[in-house]
């Protein structure tokens, strides 16, 4: 099943008749029915709606239905009507104007601070609108599926991209990973005979001379005990876990409720592991990988936090 893109954008539009009786001919000036939405990447799931007031009544049903099909994201909802006939505007009458002029008067002797009308406001007022049929609640739902459809459409592709580069960077990693295991029996080795080493220096021993058996034992215990410390091995093991149980569930998608924040959660334990193996890093090879890692893990953070 698909994985889907919490980032998408969908919008589509509908002609309305008001006052047209069923069967016969339109009549009147046609209005356009226009719905538009956009989601953007959120932890949950959370609505808004921006709607005129002849189409607020519409809200609950709508939030019903986009819930139905949207488990995550910060969605809004956009919806407007518009008028389709001629957008010329009539002359005002001057009658109309000396009575919005003494409207006007009146309101500023009561709110001497509101606003004076504007054109666009004495447009308006003047202007004869088109009431929306009385109920347009069924087009206005069936348009909301419409655009739901193309919303999901345009997240699935979306989701089909991001889940090809967290594909890309896993692999990255893995190779890292397959770097970095060779180098701990190395490292092991390599920081048991610094130990040797250093121990013969501190016994001030002539060269050539041999350790006496407590002395090579001790250090042996010590390089021992740091070999531990520096050991890597159990969090490579993690990280190739992780990377196996990321590819399994981008392979699964929607399969699997809230692959999102699975993934999420992941990219954290993924981050945990590779800050451990700086830590306990002891060559410029493996606080290299363990820098690589990091970046790659950032990249991977960003691109699943848009993920459904």
Known sequence: MPI??????????????????????????????????????????????????????????????????????????RAHIESTADTTFADPTPRLLQRLSSLQDTVHAWLPKANPLSVADVLRLTTAQTAPPADIGPTVLKLAQTTLKQLSAGREREGARLAETLRERLSQLRVLANQAAPLVPQLVEQQRLKFLERWREAMALAEGAVLPEAAQDRALTEATAFAIR?????????????????????????????????????????????????????????????????VLIEQLREQVQNLE
Request: charged share 30%; glycine share 8%.
């Open 230 to 294: 520096i050991d890597v091995a159990e969090e490579l093991t993690r990280l190739v876990s992780h990377f196996d149980e990321m590819d399994d569930l981008l392979a699964k998608g929607g399969k699997t409720e809230g692959v999102g924040k699975r993934l999420d959660f992941l990219i954290q334990e993924l981050h945990r592991e590779a800050n451990t193996l700086g830590s306990k890093s002891a060559t410029m090879d493996m606080t290299r990988i363990s820098v690589d890692m990091k």
């Open 4 to 77: 889907y893109s919490m980032t998408g954008y969908a919008s589509a539009q509908a002609e309305l008749h008001p006052d047209t009786p069923d069967n016969a001919a339109p009549t009147g000036p046609a209005l356009r029915l226009g719905l538009e939405i956009r989601s953007v990447n959120s932890r949950f799931l959370d609505l808004s709606f921006k709607m005129p007031e002849e189409l607020r009544q519409h809200e609950a049903g709508l939030r019903e239905l986009v819930m139905k099909h949207l488990k995550r994201g910060k969605v809004e909802v």
